[in-house]
T-cell receptor, first 114, second 114 residues
Framework: RKEVEQDPGPFNVPEGATVAFNCTYS??????FFWYRQDCRKEPKLLMS???SGNEDGRFTAQLNRASQYISLLIRDSKLSDSATYLC???????????????FGKGTSLLVTP | DTGVSQNPRHKITKRGQNVTFRCDPI?????LYWYRQTLGQGPEFLTY????????KSRLLSDRFSAERPKGSFSTLEIQRTEQGDSAMYLC????????????FGPGTRLLVL
């Protein structure tokens, strides 16, 4: 099993639609999870952090299922500006010498159309 | 701008040449990470510093790659005897030393090896 797996898409949805992305991870010891957004030819930017069962921020909801090692990102009322690649991110693991170096999925591409 | 900065933003070089990239982290961040991203993939971890100490290297960091952070502030990533397979976006990120710190990414250096 790859460390972080995502459906690459692309997901093409009309404005106003609800869209969900899924992600599975292999490191059962992970305690924190992230969704980053990456626009074309730009750097990744943090969208949401997930530390417990889930997190909600406006139109965005992230949910975590530790038993299934599965994370999801739900976007409601999609906007044209939501078009981007969404990266599922899981820390590589922590030991006494390591910080939170990150494992990224390949990303899921979203295109919101008028 | 007080974010992470990287220079140069673009570099074109011929195979066999050496290249060096620089990253200036957010000033109070003592952790600094280097990642590499190729087309269609998520960023892949290369190495990590806490202050001036290089604490972790991935297997992707071959002996042609070396990274330094001599004074615990800016960092350099050098690639010797570049190969076409080194063509990628090289991303730097920094974070605070805290239990669940967020990594903030710089704009990246895009390398093309001809």
């Amino acid at each position: 099993r790859k460390e972080v797996e995502q459906d690459p898409g692309p997901f093409n949805v009309p404005e106003g639609a609800t869209v969900a992305f899924n992600c599975t991870y292999s490191n059962s010891a992970s305690q924190s999870f992230f969704w980053y957004r990456q626009d074309c030819r730009k750097e990744p930017k943090l969208l949401m952090s997930v530390y417990s069962s889930g997190n909600e921020d406006g139109r965005f909801t992230a949910q975590l299922n530790r038993a299934s090692q599965y994370i999801s990102l739900l976007i409601r009322d999609s906007k044209l500006s939501d078009s981007a690649t969404y990266l599922c991110v899981v820390p590589r693991g922590r030991n006494s010498n390591s910080g939170y170096a990150l494992n990224f999925g390949k990303g899921t591409s979203l295109l919101v159309t008028p | 701008d007080t974010g992470v900065s990287q220079n140069p933003r673009h570099k074109i070089t011929k195979r066999g040449q050496n290249v060096t990239f620089r990253c200036d982290p957010i000033s109070e961040h003592n952790r600094l990470y280097w990642y590499r991203q190729t087309l269609g993939q998520g960023p892949e971890f290369l190495t990590y510093f806490q202050n001036e100490a290089q604490l972790e290297k991935s297997r992707l960091l071959s002996d042609r790659f070396s990274a330094e952070r001599p004074k615990g502030s800016f960092s350099t990533l050098e690639i010797q005897r570049t190969e076409q397979g080194d063509s990628a976006m090289y991303l730097c990120a920094s974070s605070l030393e805290a239990p669940q710190e967020t990594q903030y990414f710089g704009p990246g250096t895009r390398l093309l090896v001809l």
